[in-house]
């Protein structure tokens, strides 16, 4: 373990997904209330910047806890130590859905996943074989569609949520369509001629062009959803509203977990560390009626989080 411990200091650092930061900066204020310790610093960088800086930072980049809107996967460990890989502990933290958001003077939308597939996808099946995406507006799509222009915007390729939207939609549709051959299950790529439009600082920026745009589709988490309901309006997506209960059941087919990554052997390293994060943990915060319910997380089942709980305290019992 020693590979990974880092110097001892007193500031916990996180990083992680624009998603969490909302969760992240409320607890650190009721940990800085309730504790004498500094207050965390989060940096908000996106999923896959945060797991580089979890798991490959140098003694200056390297963070203590990682928020994610995915689950770290082999592909994001590389060439990553044995003893590193093992020295991380996953901790779910709630659930949350990708909303397809417009502007409420925009046309109420019920799409299908395999719709956002024939509009996002880079290539797609026309006359037996793989083309370029030729779709330029919903109707050419299916019909009864808006005729209105294919623009999403949406984050960009070091979202988490950007990696889970893609693989919910144009990778699991693809598995249905036998061009793709040997990338069945596995396609991934979006369109590039500007029918989606990545934006970089995700949030404010997103949510402006959305709502000046009314022939524009914003890919949104539900946190940031209800934090601004009353200024756009959501797409169903295969019939399913993305609602607490939706997705909370999993009914809605865009859902997710969110998770926190910490590495054990660092605990006893940070002062505070262990403290925070079973303040995060703690029903207080991310249970049925907890604090971070207010900002759009929506809990796991109570089962899951004793579960959760549990094994916290099992990994870390003897740090």
Known sequence: MSAVRLEAHDQ????????????????????SKGTTFPSPIYKSVGSEAAIDMLIKGDDVMRIDIALLSKNIDHSDLGQTKVEEVNDIIQMPVGLDGIVLANSREGAKLRLTRKDLFFALAAEVPLRGKLEKNPYKTWNQIRPDLPKQKILVYGPPVSSGTRQVFVEKVIGEQSRTMPEYLDYCGKYLKIRRDGAYVAII????????EVMNNKDAIGIISYGLYMQNRDA??????????PTYENIESGKYPISRKLFMYVHGSNIPQVKGIRTYIELFLSEEMIGDNGQLSDLGLIPLSSAERLKNRIEWLKQTSQL
């Open 12 to 31: 916990i650092h996180i990083a992680g997904s624009h998603t969490l930061e909302p969760f992240a900066q409320y607890v650190s204020q009721e940990f």
């Open 201 to 208: 600082d995700h949030d404010e920026t997103l949510l402006d």
């Open 232 to 241: 756009v309006r959501y797409a169903t997506v295969d019939g399913f509203a």
